[in-house]
């Protein structure tokens, strides 16, 4: 969790209220836990001071507590919009109108199409790099 807390560090000091990690390795980096998504939405949602989640298809859940996350997880199935379900957690930690740090390397432009819909007012960033946000 150590490197969980210096991204939350850094969102602080780079004034983002979050930030949606969703390559394979910087997840992995974070949770313990590495699979491959294909095209699922698969991801951690960091923020300043609100409880991290991790959201991937409802069929891994059981995988990522056994890797070690011990966090929120939502899962969902292959009919469902993860989105909706973003949406719905960020909202329920009251965070609003949101500011998003998000990996804007590998993500379809669908997903990029539903991730804007999150926050308007998103910070991309092209390769956020995990190893220089912490500090082990």
């Not at 070690?68 to 909202?91: C, K, L, R, T, V």
């Amino acid at each position: 969790m150590n490197r969980m807390k210096s991204l939350s560090s850094w969102l602080k000091k780079e004034d983002i209220q979050g930030a949606f990690i969703h390559t394979k390795e910087n997840v992995f980096y974070l949770s313990g836990y590495f699979t491959e998504p294909h095209e699922r939405v698969m991801g951690l949602f960091v923020f300043q001071e609100a409880e991290p989640f991790f959201i991937l298809p409802k069929m891994e859940v059981e995988q990522a507590k056994n890797a070690g996350w011990s966090g929120d997880i939502i899962g969902y199935e292959d009919h469902e919009n993860p989105f909706d379900f973003i949406q719905s957690a960020i909202e329920k930690r009251g965070i609003q109108a949101a500011r998003l740090a998000i990996e804007k390397e590998s993500i379809p432009l669908q997903k990029e199409q539903n991730s804007s819909k999150l926050s308007p007012g998103q910070k991309r960033s092209s390769g956020l790099k995990m190893r220089s946000i912490s500090s082990d």
